[in-house]
């Protein structure tokens, strides 16, 4: 057996989760995510790891991880240097989709939508939860820069720690938080037989739509 089959076949019947039954998926989006994310912290170290597709302004594409830090009926928040390059792509094109994949439970969510940056008591509120090597961390790092040398960035966490001394390490004015403002979500289980199931959310009027997509 090769080993993409040896790992297909490990994975048939390991997903403990049912499928998915419109009737009872919540008729927020915003409420399902919570409830799956609920399920999530229960059974996979990071679950608030997602990717974040952005792109320039002629289309094209770039991803990365970025950890979810907040999530309400406005939508969903993370933080990151604003020059780094997701930031120099959502400045020229403030639009983002972020998914969020979770193995052990057979689920992914997707959700696409505009972004808008947080406002500066919320970057603060969340920079003031950040230990400090991870405040001298965002002052040194040129997020996405090219570096000489390892010395090099070392050297910056070095200088920035001897200026800030034993004092308060602020909020840089380059790094802040994100709003996806989610126009679409889908919601993705899993089914040994491939015929997943899909259902996808999508704003209309004050409140959602549910469709069933084929997998
Ligand atoms: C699990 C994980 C979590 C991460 N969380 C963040 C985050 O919250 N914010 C961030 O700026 N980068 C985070 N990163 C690093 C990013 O993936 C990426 O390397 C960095 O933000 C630079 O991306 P860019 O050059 O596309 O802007 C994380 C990486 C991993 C693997």
């Known amino acids: 057996m090769t080993r993409v089959a040896a790992t297909r076949a490990s994975l048939q019947g390991r997903h403990p989760v049912a499928a998915v039954d419109e009737r009872e998926?919540?008729?927020?989006?915003?409420?399902?995510?919570?409830?799956?994310?609920?399920?999530?912290?229960?059974?996979?170290?990071?679950?608030?790891?997602?990717?974040?597709?952005?792109?320039?302004?002629?289309?094209?594409?770039?991803?990365?991880?970025?950890?979810l830090r907040g999530l309400d009926e406005r939508g969903l928040v993370?933080?990151?240097?604003?020059?780094?390059?997701?930031?120099e792509e959502l400045r020229a094109n403030p639009r983002a989709a972020v998914v969020l994949h979770w193995w052990e439970l057979g689920r992914q969510v997707r959700a696409e939508g505009a972004v808008e940056q947080v406002s500066a008591e919320e970057s603060e509120a969340?920079?003031?939860?950040?230990?400090?090597?991870?405040?001298l961390a965002?002052?040194?790092?040129?997020?996405?820069?090219?570096?000489?040398s390892r010395a090099e960035l070392e050297a910056?966490?070095?200088?920035?720690?001897?200026?800030?001394?034993?004092?308060?390490?602020?909020?840089?004015?380059?790094?802040?938080?994100?709003?996806?403002?989610?126009?679409t979500f889908e919601f993705w289980t899993h089914r040994d037989d491939r015929l997943h199931d899909r259902v996808r959310y999508v704003r209309a009027g004050g409140g959602w739509r549910r469709e069933r997509l084929a997998p």
């Open 25 to 67: 998926l919540a008729d927020d989006p915003i409420a399902q995510l919570e409830s799956w994310l609920a399920d999530a912290r229960r059974a996979v170290p990071l679950p608030e790891a997602m990717t974040l597709a952005t792109s320039t302004p002629d289309g094209r594409p770039s991803g990365r991880v970025v950890l």
């Open 138 to 148: 965002a002052w040194a790092s040129p997020q996405s820069r090219p570096l000489a």
């Open 126 to 135: 969340y920079w003031r939860t950040r230990p400090l090597a991870s405040r």
């Open 78 to 87: 993370f933080f990151t240097n604003r020059e780094s390059r997701k930031g």
């Open 156 to 183: 910056r966490v070095a200088e920035q720690a001897a200026r800030f001394g034993d004092g308060d390490v602020p909020l840089p004015p380059h790094w802040g938080g994100y709003r996806l403002l989610p126009a």
